[in-house]
């Protein structure tokens, strides 16, 4: 079983639509959860961090982490045409000093005009 | 990108040759990544380090090395190039402090073609 498991997608939306996209994990020790952004031709750009269960929201966008079902999600609200790119989940462990970040494979996103 | 470096931008090699690729940053992080991100794989961790002359091996290590003279630089060397080392190579840094963790911050990456 693959440690981040993250639907490669394509998703294509249209502008204003809700866009929800999800991964699962299986290693229960994880601690923080990050949601990156990447466009094409560029590097990720850590776009959401969170290390509890619950929601956190900034702006159009909210993480939702439920640890008890190891599954974290991104919503984003009335997405935008500049919202298109390649979103991926990275869950990090750290212990006794040492840490490991892995990352889901992505979902490339389309939001149409 | 702000503070994170990569160079060269694009490069095309051979196959057996040595190829160093570099990262720099202004940013003073203790930790710096590289990593490899290819169609079907994701990002890969190859080395990192968590100080000078401090580096340690990632998940897809083999045919490459590090280093790690100074805070701001961290090279990556393919020793001898193969076609399997054709990928997007990206370097980050980690502002870590005690007891948090603020992600990782990424470079623009290298995109590196083994003919």
């Known amino acids: 079983q693959k440690e981040v498991e993250q639907d490669p997608g394509p998703l294509s939306v249209p502008e204003g639509a809700i866009v929800s996209l999800n991964c699962t994990y299986s290693n229960s020790a994880f601690q923080y959860f990050m949601w990156y952004r990447q466009y094409s031709r560029k590097g990720p750009e850590l776009l959401m961090y969170t290390y509890s269960s619950g929601n956190k929201e900034d702006g159009r966008f909210t993480a939702q982490v439920d640890k008890s079902s190891k599954y974290i999600s991104l919503f984003i609200r009335d997405s935008q045409p500049s919202d298109s790119a390649t979103y991926l989940c990275?869950?990090?462990?750290?212990?006794?000093?040492?840490?490991?970040?892995?990352f889901g494979k992505g979902t490339k996103l389309t939001v149409n005009p | 990108d702000a503070g994170i470096t990569q160079s060269p931008r694009h490069k095309v090699t051979e196959t057996g040759t040595p190829v160093t690729l570099r990262c720099h940053q202004t940013e003073n992080h203790r930790y710096m990544y590289w990593y490899r991100q290819d169609p079907g794989h994701g990002l890969r961790l190859i080395h990192y380090?968590?100080?000078?002359?401090?580096?340690d091996k990632g998940e897809v290590s083999d045919g490459y090395s590090v280093s790690r003279s100074k805070t701001e630089d961290f090279l990556l060397t393919l020793e001898s190039a193969t076609s399997s080392q054709t990928s997007v190579y990206f370097c980050?840094?980690?502002?870590?402090?005690?007891?948090?963790?603020?992600?990782?911050?990424f470079g623009s990456g290298t995109r590196l073609t083994v003919v």
């Open positions: 990275a869950i990090l462990l750290t212990q006794g000093g040492s840490e490991k970040l892995v």
């Open positions: 980050a840094t980690n502002k870590r402090g005690p007891e948090l963790n603020y992600g990782y911050t």
């Open positions: 380090s968590y100080g000078v002359k401090d580096t």
